[in-house]
Structure formats: structure tokens, C-alpha cells
């Protein structure tokens, strides 16, 4: 199957602070979608990003299918961000996740 | 923004015992998912369901589950029998082609 790393695998900011999270996978995909997971377990959809750039707010997104990576970034970090942000990619019917990156803001 | 309804949100059930978790997917999509969580892990892949069939399961779904939409609305997962391995969160998901999911909040299985 297809396989998929995240880094880094933790991640502490400070209130206010940029970051970016990796998300690398093995073979060619039509589907990449990164989610974030609350504290009460909820999977958020936050991109569908097979190629290319999107921006939602504080959160971006670049997938450059041809070097099978994406990059989640979060500017000015809230504390409201924190949790798991998972990167899950596939072909036609099926999602594999990685291991997630666990972001904690601190205010 | 359209949904996907999970219920129960949490269910404690004993060893052994029949388990069926409910999703209504999103009314316009055609493909529904059924995913699981075990605690402090990934997210796995169990079963795809379109046109009234399984499309693809893994090697975790074995004869122990089992998917069903009885009415054109709800879509079920089924555990006959209920083992302590099977705690974890099950997440419905559906799509209007094969990508782009979204996901339900997830029940939440305890086996006791």
C-alpha cells in the first residue's frame, strides 16, 4: 500500500507563531486531503489538495504531486490549533493517514 | 455545510456482544466509507461501499463485520461479535466521487 510520513511528529509553538508540517507519500495519488483532529476526536477536513496551492483563513496548503509532498501551513498560531493534524492520501476508493503531526499552542 | 451523522457517539458493549453503529451520509454522495481509530494510532481503512456492494475492504474487515444501507439513507457497520481488540473509534465517511471525504464526528466503542 501507499505509504505516508508526517513530520514532525510533535510540534509545540508559542501563541502567534508560523509553522509547517510535511507530509511525504510513496507512490502517485488522485486524492490528499489533510485533516486536523480535535480533543474530542473529530476529523476536520481542512484541505483537499491533490496538486497544487489553496488558502483557508490562517491555514494554506501546497501538494506537489510530482515529488509526492505536501506542506500544511498555520500562521499565527491560535491556541485553538492544537491537535493532530493528519495528511491522508489515496487512489479512487481508499485513504491512507499517516502517523499525524500533534500541535500544541501554548498561549 | 452539509454532514455526515454518526450515532451513538459512545457505546460501551460487553465481550461477545452484536454492535450496530449508524451513519447518514451526505444526500447527494454516492460513496460511503466506514473507518477506524484505535487509541494513540492511525486511521485505518475498512471498507468502501458504492452501488449497493462493497468495493474494498481490508484485511481487518473480516466475517465479523458487516455493511448494510437498508433504507437509501442510513449506512450501518455491523460487528457480530464483539472482541476487546475492537475498541476504537469508527468514523463514517462519504464522498461524491472518489475523493474528497468528509468524515463524521465518530463513535466512540468500548468492549468490556
Known amino acids: 500500500g501507499i505509504q505516508v510520513e508526517q513530520s514532525p511528529p510533535d510540534l509545540i509553538l508559542q501563541e502567534g507563531a508560523n509553522s509547517t508540517l510535511r507530509c511525504n507519500f510513496s507512490?502517485?495519488?488522485?486524492?490528499l486531503q489533510w485533516f486536523h483532529q480535535n480533543p474530542w476526536g473529530q476529523l476536520i477536513n481542512l484541505f483537499y489538495i491533490p496538486s497544487g496551492t489553496k488558502q483557508n483563513g490562517r491555514l494554506s496548503a501546497t501538494t506537489v504531486a510530482t515529488e509526492r509532498y505536501s506542506l500544511l501551513y498555520i500562521s499565527s498560531s491560535q491556541t485553538t490549533d492544537s491537535g493532530v493534524y493528519f495528511c491522508a492520501v489515496g487512489v479512487d476508493y481508499k485513504l491512507s493517514f499517516g502517523a499525524g503531526t500533534t500541535v500544541t499552542v501554548r498561549a | 455545510e452539509p454532514e455526515v451523522t454518526q450515532t451513538p457517539s459512545h457505546q460501551v458493549t460487553q465481550m461477545g456482544q452484536e454492535v450496530i453503529l449508524r451513519c447518514v451520509p451526505i444526500?447527494?454522495?454516492?460513496?460511503f466509507y466506514w473507518y477506524r481509530q484505535i487509541l494513540g494510532q492511525k486511521v485505518e481503512f475498512l471498507v468502501s461501499f458504492y452501488n449497493n456492494e462493497i468495493s474494498e475492504k481490508s484485511e481487518i474487515f473480516d466475517d465479523q463485520f458487516s455493511v448494510e444501507r437498508p433504507d437509501g439513507s442510513n449506512f450501518t457497520l455491523k460487528i457480530r461479535s464483539t472482541k476487546l481488540e475492537d475498541s476504537a473509534m469508527y468514523f463514517c465517511?462519504?464522498?461524491?466521487?472518489?475523493?474528497?471525504?468528509?468524515f463524521g464526528s465518530g463513535t466512540r466503542l468500548t468492549v468490556v
Open positions: 465517511a462519504s464522498s461524491g466521487i472518489p475523493y474528497g471525504y468528509t
Open positions: 507512490d502517485s495519488v488522485n486524492n
Open positions: 444526500s447527494n454522495h454516492l460513496y
